[in-house]
């Protein structure tokens, strides 16, 4: 982080750290106005934070320092700034539906976009339709989405939050998981002449995906006598590597491109949304896209007092940094939105979760916050507890609608209430003084006491429509790019992920091997696949 403007901030932290939410209030009747800004749909209402004007002109010092308007422009711009892997970072482009042209080393990228988001359209209404087949002449009437992390998450996340846009009839399910429970209990919901797969991987070389890809196939053509010919009818890809897919036996027909400068976790509004297409159909996928990109206008042109992603990450980074704040809850208001936490959780994890600096040095304070979250108000009545009376501070997202997809007697103002009573709550607390007044006995009164001055965000828009969920994840991408242009590291790419992935090469060798293996790892490893290899038979 830029140490002067990080001083500066901390100075004003430490002008304002006295000062209630309770007081603040008091003392600003303005308050909640002067804290509010709105973008796409959205309402963002932050005045629930330990913040002044002071300090908020200090955080945005911050991004100034660290040249946020210069990095948004080079990210937009298609400059190559995922330098570890030499990439241009340009999940805007999927998004940009204006006649711009977005330039990768002097090469238009848009003419490429459009015409797979064609060939995307006009795919998903031929099944739609009925007019695709299966093998056997039947159309369908199953999906399954088989991927893993970028490539399961997004699309699973907002098929789930889109359900009352989906095909009436059409049932889309997704597998990630290598453990086959996962394809076992799915395949037991579906028939194989009227399942499409849809095998989604960027690298078309990751090991959950392809195990459950050539699982499937077995069983489809088990089904569907043996004939080779039938994979053509319900298998497509998605992917940035024909040549793997080709390998896999997809034909490039079926396949639907990306391109490395789309990030796995950034991938949703790309073909990697395919199965969410299916699901909602390309008009309501292009009004999600409309969301994102509106967005994206407001984040690359609103000042940042006014630009709401940067006030997120902003208030992320005062948390983090300057209260110690380990980790940030996210509580949707809203049943659709239930992947949410999940998704955010790759979101910004696999994003900002680095310890070294875009300079190769070590990183000098904290960054990445661990995500979590469940939709309201089930957390409430389990996991509430310890963010309104915990020793840790944890900062909250709180997200609802006015309105609701499932209008039924009043739900919707009871959810309403519990979600703007649990930010009242938060920020006012319960004090001593008030308990007694109520006659809590004494000995009570310390339990009963609620601190308050607990921090959060509410963001509020009028229904979970496709637009307005576009603009929802643009909201998010963006904060986490806010946040790690002023940790100073790289966000767009995840080595941390390789370690594991190459130990469970050598692991799964030594599990399989006929002969008993020359186990080299520390004792507990060495005693782990041991442990396995002898419950299962496997000589010692
Ligand atoms: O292992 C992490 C990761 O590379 C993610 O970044 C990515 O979203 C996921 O695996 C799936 O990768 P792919 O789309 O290449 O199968």
Known sequence: MHAQAWQAVQQEIEASRAIHLRDHFAAD?????????RAANWTLDYSKNRITPALMQRLVGLAEAANLRAEIDAMFGGQPINATEK????????????????LVNGKDIMPDVRAVRARMAAFCEEVRK?????????????VVNIGIGGSDLGPAMACAALKP???????????SNVDATHLAETLHTVKAEQTLFVVVS??????????NALSARSWLLARLGGDRAAVARHFVAVSTNSAKVTEFGIAPDNMFEFWDWVGGRYSLPSAVGLSLMLAIGPRNFERMLKGYAAMDRHFR??????????ILGLLGVLYHNGYGAATHAVLPYDQYLARLPAYLQQLDMESNGKSVGRDGLPVSGTTGPIIWGE????GQHAFYQLIHQGTQLIPCDFIGFCRSQNPMGDHHDK???????QTEALAMGKSAAQCRAEGVPAELVPHKTFDGNRPSNTLLADLLDPQTFGALIALYEHKVFTQGIIWNIFSFDQWGVELGKVLAGRVLQELQSETPPELRHDSSTNALIRRYREARGAKL
């Open 202 to 211: 960027k690298t078309f070389t990751t090991q959950e995906t392809l195990t």
């Open 87 to 102: 990439r241009a970072v340009l999940h805007t482009a999927l998004r940009n539906l204006s006649d711009d042209p977005v």
């Open 29 to 37: 009747p303005q308050r909640a106005g002067r804290f509010t800004v």
């Open 301 to 310: 042109t609103a000042p940042f007092e006014r630009n709401m992603p940067v």
């Open 165 to 175: 846009y989906g095909k009436h009839g059409l049932h889309v399910n997704f597998v």
């Open 130 to 142: 009925g007019h695709w087949r299966g093998h056997t002449g039947k159309p369908i009437r199953h």
């Open 375 to 378: 939709p309201g108000t089930n």
């Open 415 to 421: 959810l309403m209430a519990n979600l703007i009573a």
